[in-house]
């Protein structure tokens, strides 16, 4: 579904990602492990198509063609989705307004038939449902005064509506409690699906226990130097990165 | 006497046009009003209107203004349906309309309920209370000229506004809402109304101010507006100016604030020429709580210029100024505004924020915060930011599939929304909310929002 193949990105002159592989299928998990400043958002962001992240080189190929001239919007529509790990807010605008907004959008590039008022309502409460979010988030202002829980909440609310391909997600488990972790991670597990790709980018092992991987990547300093099973995030969790970085060498 | 710089003198017209005007405005028939209109418009020749180097008015030039051949207003009439959009549905609202500043009783009404259902409420048109002489009136108008030309000028011409008085603890059953529609007329009109509001101690009121301009009026309105709210007392006033950009509006509202009072004064400027909205707020009392909040929304050469003051006398009061502005076209805004703290008015917390969203490179803002702090134990802050619509709150809603144009118009709409949400009547933000998803581009697909 996704492949990656030697992408290198700068950010304002500085390259960020210095040749990055990734393969990733239908139906599976992956999780992308590093620490802060390895460059995991900017390859959350390079993927969802933000400005001002320059590929100075590799490709991205979703589905078999280029991702990167796509604009934001159209890979959207293409299936693609990024939960932020830090989603804004947006005052006076209904979170249950805003998600038919997007579903609309999304349709509409398609080519597919808009969804009505009342056929939007019992989809959303049936998805509020399924990942397990309280209703009424939906008639508060999107994230507006939500708490950090809340917010990644209403992410994984919003994925559930949009029902991507390949979904993203980008740090999703900062700033929660346990309980909210569980939750988001419950959210996340039942949106499992043969016919989907989830990649969970985290910086700690925690979120892992709740939405197990099928394979682990850790990225270091803008490459990819270990590769493995869902073994690997408690092996780093004992070790820690420091572990990896003589790994750097061989790799490169 | 101020310097040249300081003043414009009044081109000799206003004269002719005052001693025009003289025989027929209200109360002309009266010794003690007729004595008050000379007496002020001699105090607006001497004080004249504000020059290019009076710091008040530094971003905001008069001198056009005052070239302009303005007549006095003629009588027009309007049916009801064409103010129909701009009057509050609601059965309980008392609704005072003003067409180029005369009272149109045929289109108002609530005004004979509001008088007789209440003790102590006191609704009517400034005019019938000059034609009757009544001494409140004639004792508050040249309160409010001491300094300031503009209200001297206002004093000598004052025709139509209204004078609401409330007894310690009235309230009327609903809101109060004063429509001024300015139409065009063969000349040019200076249109003068004054709103007298006197609130008692503990009384409440919602008080709803209207401005359209119509049909493409150049008419100038020198509207005074004179507010005293009394100890515990309740307001809430929500202003808002609709309709074309034309015209002119030189508004000021003068509070008095005693201890423990609440004022909630929100604004919404989306229409209109050239626009000034000034605020002096007295803080005179304790415990006093107050909010400004205001939203400009200007396109083409629309010039929108907020001045406000409020001046914290007594301690132990709270003041916050919240605004925001979206600047599109070739349009100029500003906002100036100043917080005066007096050594005695201890534990003040006063506060000040403005925020502009620019639409347009040839759009400007000029932002002024003013401190002025005497005490030493307050608690005061400003902040002021002019930027574009931001590039991760953009990639956001692109991510969840809208295009720019609906995401840009979404952001703008949340950016305004926050001030629309503090207006005292929903009924009012509702029209501007209205008006303002109208404007943005493919608002059409916003339209539920509204």
Known sequence: ?252 | MPGTQQRIEPPPRYRALFGEALADLPGAATLPCRRLREESFARFEALGFPGPKTEAWKYTQLAPLTKLELGLPAPARLARAEITPFLIDDPAAVRLVFVNGRFAADLSDGLSAAMSDRDGVSVESLDAALERGDADCLELLPQEDDERGLSALNNALVAGGVLIRLADHATPGGPVQLLFVSVRQDHAALISPRNLVVLGDGAMLDLIESHVTLGGASNVTNLVNQITVGRAAQLRHDRLQLGEIAGSLIGRTAYRIAADARLTQSQATLGGGLVRNEIAALVDGSGVELNLNGLYLTRGRQHVDNAIRVDHAKPGSVSDQFYKGVLDGEARAVFAGKIVVRREAQKTNAYQTNSNLLLSPDAEIDTKPELEIFADDVKCSHGATAGEIDERELFYLRTRGLDPDTARSMLTFAFAEEVLQRFGNAAVAAQARRELVRRLPGGARLGELA
């Open chain 1, 1 to 252: 579904m996704l492949s990656i193949q030697g992408l290198r990105v700068s950010v304002e002159d500085r390259e960020i990602l210095k040749g990055v592989d990734l393969e990733v299928g239908a139906g599976e998990v992956h999780a992308i492990m590093g620490p802060n400043g390895s460059g995991k958002s900017t390859l959350a962001y390079v993927l969802a198509g933000r400005d001002g992240y320059e590929v100075t080189g590799g490709e991205v190929r979703y589905d078999g063609a280029d991702l990167l001239p796509l604009e934001p919007e159209e890979r959207a529509a293409a299936g693609l989705f990024l939960a932020f790990q830090y989603p804004i807010e947006i005052p006076g605008v209904a979170n249950m307004y805003f998600l038919r907004t997007a579903l609309n959008s999304l349709r509409k590039a398609r080519g597919e038939e808009e969804i009505g008022a009342a056929d939007f309502m019992k989809l959303v409460r049936d998805k509020a449902k399924l990942v397990g979010i309280r209703p009424d988030l939906l008639k508060r202002s999107v994230n507006f005064g939500f708490s950090g829980g809340e917010k990644k909440r209403n992410e994984i609310l919003q994925m559930a509506v949009l029902e991507p391909k390949l979904a993203i997600l980008d740090e999703t488990d900062s700033g929660l409690d346990i309980d909210a972790l569980r939750t988001v991670a419950d959210g996340v597990n039942s949106l499992r699906d043969p016919a989907r790709a989830i990649v969970v980018i985290t910086h700690y092992q925690r979120l892992l226990d709740y939405i197990v991987p099928d394979f682990v990547h850790v990225l270091l300093d803008g490459r990819i130097v270990r590769r493995g099973g869902k073994e690997l995030a408690l092996e780093l969790e004992r070790s820690g990165y420091g572990a990896f970085a003589p790994a750097e060498q061989a790799v490169a």
